[in-house]
Nanobody, 123 residues
Framework: QVQLVESGGGLVQAGGSLRLSCAASGRTFSSYAMGWFRQALGKEREFVAAISWSGISTYYADSVKGRFTISRDNAKNTVYLQMNSLKPEDTAAYYC????????????????WGQGTQVTISS
């Protein structure tokens, strides 16, 4: 079992930055691939970014590529999402997720989820 707790959300103006953190506890964090997803009001949860257990491989949704960076610190059992050049359309609840084996885009393949942190971007 893996427990995930997100933090770092908030309200910022368009063009600003935020860094989300996801702290993991439970089983060996370094053996899990991690992902970030987001869900805007009235919409389905969508993929944002993913990172392999080693941190070597990363994947991004086209909508965030070049603006967001996913990283991890296995010594701290934490994964991060650095978000720059934020836009109003980035407004959503952001969730981190974990799965064994490789990093993937598909939401259904993740086994563990956090409770989410709200990100609101004002125009």
């Amino acid at each position: 079992q893996v427990q995930l707790v997100e933090s770092g959300g908030g309200l910022v103006q368009a063009g600003g930055s935020l860094r989300l953190s996801c702290a993991a506890s439970g089983r060996t964090f370094s053996s899990y691939a991690m992902g970030w997803f987001r869900q805007a009001l009235g919409k389905e949860r969508e993929f944002v970014a993913a990172i392999s257990w080693s941190g070597i491989s990363t994947y991004y949704a086209d909508s965030v590529k070049g603006r967001f960076t996913i990283s991890r610190d296995n010594a701290k059992n934490t994964v991060y999402l650095q978000m720059n050049s934020l836009k109003p359309e980035d407004t959503a609840a952001y969730y981190c997720a974990a799965r064994e084996y490789g990093a993937v885009v598909a939401r259904a393949l993740y086994d563990y989820w956090g409770q989410g942190t709200q990100v609101t971007i004002s125009s």
